[in-house]
């Protein structure tokens, strides 16, 4: 099946600096990539959708410029937490969508968790 | 407004019972049901979809059954195992829209007593 990858799977990060995690596709092209936030035992929200080569959308509440999107290549996005704070500790989740293919050809990262101190 | 709306939040089963988790939707647009099996500190996995055209499917132990006219949906673990314990996140999308997004329910946190 379709792979898609997260690093790093932890990272622990003082408050103020930046922190980039990676999503990369590793057996398909990833036209459409999502990034989710997951706080504990709280269900996955959506923060914003990239297309390669374009623009991110976010969703409606998600500061674009703290959490910044690059859609680079077909197999690789990245998501910079800005200036970093506590609140922004969670579990974040990344999610690849296979060519331009529906819901059904979307599949999951395995989760990075931050933790700013 | 919460789109897909999924009871209940936690549930235990002894081994061997039958876990049954209860999704409702709202959105007649939606024709892509998935449910998504996420075990503490990873990320989901697709465990088994439906489409609105059948009212039930099954994989193995896991049973979906559909409900077009009630809007409601639901999955079925026969014969539970310990190893089933974890969260259960229905969800609701438009199949064959590259633009569309997975809507998720709430989520379930199934424990199977040994």
């Known amino acids: 099946g379709a792979v898609v990858s997260q690093h790093p799977s932890r990272v622990i990060c003082k408050s103020g600096t930046s922190v980039k995690i990676e999503c990369r596709s590793l057996d398909f092209q990833a036209t459409t990539m999502f990034w989710y936030r997951q706080f504990p035992k709280q269900s996955l929200m959506l923060m914003a959708t990239?297309?390669?080569?374009?623009?991110?959308?976010?969703e409606q509440g998600v500061e674009k410029d703290k959490f910044l999107i690059n859609h680079a290549s077909l197999t690789l996005s990245t998501l910079t937490v800005t200036s970093a704070h506590p609140e922004d500790s969670s579990f974040y989740i990344c999610?690849?969508?296979?060519?331009?293919?529906?819901?059904?050809?979307?599949?999951f990262g395995p989760g990075t968790r931050l933790t700013v101190l | 407004q919460q789109q897909v709306k999924q009871s209940p939040q936690s549930l235990i089963v002894q081994k061997g019972g039958i876990s049954i988790i209860n999704c409702a939707y709202e959105n007649t647009a939606f024709d892509y049901f998935p449910w998504y099996q996420q075990f503490p500190g990873k990320g989901p996995a697709l465990l088994i979809a439906?489409?609105?055209?059948?009212s039930e499917k099954k994989e193995g132990r896991f049973t979906i059954s559909f409900n077009k006219s009630a809007k409601q949906f639901s999955l079925h673990i026969m014969d539970s195992q310990p190893g089933d314990s974890a969260t259960y996140f229905c969800a609701a999308s438009r199949e064959y829209s590259s633009a569309s997004k997975i809507i998720f329910g709430s989520g379930t946190r199934l424990s199977i007593r040994p």
């Open positions: 999610s690849a969508r296979s060519g331009t293919g529906g819901a059904d050809t979307q599949y």
């Open positions: 990239s297309n390669e080569g374009s623009k991110a959308t976010y």
């Open positions: 439906i489409r609105p055209d059948v």
